[in-house]
């Protein structure tokens, strides 16, 4: 299909490592978003891309977490320095021409910090 | 935090009957999203609602965007055992346009 498509599905690493994540958007969306979920919440917004800048980055927790969409389409979502509480699942959105338009999501990384 | 009210956290029907499912704040939303997440998936669009007062329907499926624009409640006729997820509204705020601020969900099981 051509759904987002976010890899790894899961991701297990050690405390104090880096990690990074992969979404590859919907083809031809200009808007790219990342979204946290911890178990029994509804996502949380970490940073929102139009086309290769950020356009809001607002909701990233600190700064071991950093987020690039260099040509505009794919990203990826680095977090360095992993600590237990980074364990959630990331899931990646994209939309069409930004917030207006409908955000669809990919099934996420599942992110275990041991 | 979670500025989207939804409860209660879990809600159990029988297959066939009807349900409704509302989701309230203190801040003014300008647009009212329904998603449903299955285990193992990202959640999925189901109904978007962009005017106080609206109300849209998608087959089974009926939504409202509150009149205050501080609430929105979804209706689920007819339920099927395919119903069974999570459920969470969520919508922009005004002025936080970029930030799709998310309910926690409402888990809900059909008995067949």
């Known amino acids: 299909g051509a759904g987002v498509s976010q890899t790894p599905s899961n991701k297990v690493t050690e405390k104090g490592k880096y990690v990074e994540l992969r979404c590859d958007p919907i083809?031809?969306?200009?808007?790219l978003y990342w979204y946290r979920q911890s178990l029994g919440q509804g996502p949380e917004f970490l940073i929102y891309?139009?086309?290769?800048?950020?356009?809001?980055d607002s909701g990233l927790p600190n700064d071991r977490f950093f987020a690039v969409r260099p040509e505009g389409s794919v990203s990826t979502l680095k977090i360095q320095r992993t600590e237990r509480g980074d364990s959630a699942v990331y899931l990646c959105?994209?939309?069409?021409?930004?917030?207006?338009?409908?955000?669809?999501f990919g099934n996420g990384t599942r992110l275990t910090v041991t | 935090g979670q500025q989207l009210n939804q409860s209660p956290q879990s809600m159990f029907i029988q297959e066939g009957e009807d349900v409704s499912m509302n989701c309230t704040s203190s801040?003014?939303?300008?647009?009212w999203l329904w998603y449903k997440q299955d285990p193992g998936e990202g959640p999925v669009l189901l109904i978007a609602?962009?005017?106080?007062?609206e109300l849209t329907s998608n087959g089974r499926l009926t939504a409202q965007f509150g009149i205050t624009r501080k609430d929105s409640f979804l209706n689920i006729s007819a339920s099927i055992p395919s119903d069974v997820g999570i459920y969470f509204c969520?919508?922009?705020?005004?002025?936080?346009?970029?930030?799709?601020?998310f309910g926690k969900g409402i888990t809900l099981s059909v008995r067949p």
């Open positions: 969520a919508g922009y705020i005004t002025g936080a346009n970029s930030k799709l601020t």
């Open positions: 609602l962009y005017k106080a007062g």
């Open positions: 891309f139009q086309g290769t800048g950020a356009a809001d």
């Open positions: 801040s003014i939303f300008n647009t």
């Open positions: 083809s031809g969306h200009t808007a």
């Open positions: 959105a994209s939309s069409l021409i930004g917030p207006n338009s409908p955000l669809h």
